[in-house]
């Protein structure tokens, strides 16, 4: 059986074989399905994005597909950028100028005031069409300055109050374990245990 990721995106192949990689299953990316479907990404949330990915990549397959959406939501901004996290600014955007934007609008908001999560929707369609999906989020603040080299997007300028620092400042051992990403991608593996497609590792 193959799992096909609906991303080109190496770091989430990376996250996602460290997740699911410990059984007989191929992982394999979209690029290295030899898939090229162009997505028109125009739901209104999340859940729906996410879907939308999958669908089309299982219409074009028929195997078992997960697909994710994910982005930056600011409380102070009314949940910006949100959805449109990725085309902030525009899609060739620098994340440096994306960062130093939104470091820029929140210029003088104090610390309770610059909450912020970041959320990730994973959905599946299994080969035979049954369609899931959940939500993982990782809740922290914006900070005031970039830091840190070892996350991507907007890593830089996530402040865990926890660690001390941002989401590009911790090892990505410890961003797997609290990442937004990370627990959603951990609650669907759960779910794909349900339906036969994985051996349940719950020692429980």
Known sequence: MKLIFATGNQNKMREIRAIFGNNDMEILSMKEAGISVDVDENG????ENSLIKARAIHEATGELVLADDSGLC???LNGEPGIYSARYLG????YDIKNKELIRRLEGVPDEKRTA?????????????????VRG?????IAYEQAGENGFG?????FL????????????????A?????????????????YGCFENTDPQ
Do not use: W
């Open 44 to 47: 209104q949330s999340f859940e």
């Open 74 to 76: 600011i409380d102070y």
């Open 91 to 94: 899609e060739d955007t620098s």
């Open 117 to 133: 999560r970041f959320v990730c929707a994973v959905a599946a369609v299994l080969p035979d069409g049954t369609e899931l999906c």
């Open 137 to 141: 989020t990782m809740e922290g603040r």
């Open 154 to 158: 907007y890593d830089p300028i996530f």
């Open 161 to 176: 109050p926890e660690y001390g620092k941002t989401s590009a400042e911790i090892s990505p051992e410890e961003k797997n």
């Open 178 to 194: 609290i990442s937004h990403r990370g627990k959603a991608l951990r609650m669907m593996r759960k779910e794909l245990e349900k």
